[in-house]
């Protein structure tokens, strides 16, 4: 059975950090590409960062600078370190495993349930 599971969130101030922990079981390797998205009411959902297979990192221009995505092979495990945050940067933060199998034109998407971030003085 696959399981994405995220923790970490909660209720910061302003200026302050986050570590969001994305922890993947079952059938996701270290082959699938992992990104952190968001969604915040009203709005829609929306890539923070990514990394591949191979270490390679992509960030939304709202998060260049002041959020950092990197994974542990071993521990089945991704991480996103959150610093500098916004009241802006409240969502709900959702981690993603991906991976697209070329050869037959087939992608594997699983979604963890989210977890709460919140930034307010």
């Known amino acids: 059975q696959v399981q994405v599971v995220e923790s970490g969130g909660g209720l910061v101030q302003p200026g302050g950090s986050l570590r969001l922990s994305c922890e993947t079981s079952?059938?996701?390797?270290?082959?699938?590409?992992m990104g952190w998205y968001r969604q915040a009411p009203g709005k829609q959902r929306e890539l923070v960062a990514s990394?591949?297979?191979?270490?390679?990192?992509n960030y939304a221009d709202s998060a260049k600078g002041r959020f950092t995505i990197s994974r542990d092979n071993a521990k089945n495990t991704v991480f996103m370190q959150m610093n500098s945050l916004k009241p802006e940067d409240t969502a709900v933060y959702y981690c993603?495993?991906?991976?697209?199998?070329?050869?037959?034109?087939?992608?594997?998407?699983?979604w963890g349930q989210g977890t709460q971030v919140t930034v307010s003085s």
């Open positions: 993603n495993a991906h991976r697209t199998y070329y050869s037959s034109s087939t992608v594997r998407d699983y």
């Open positions: 990394i591949t297979s191979g270490g390679r990192t």
């Open positions: 079952g059938s996701i390797s270290r082959l699938y590409s």
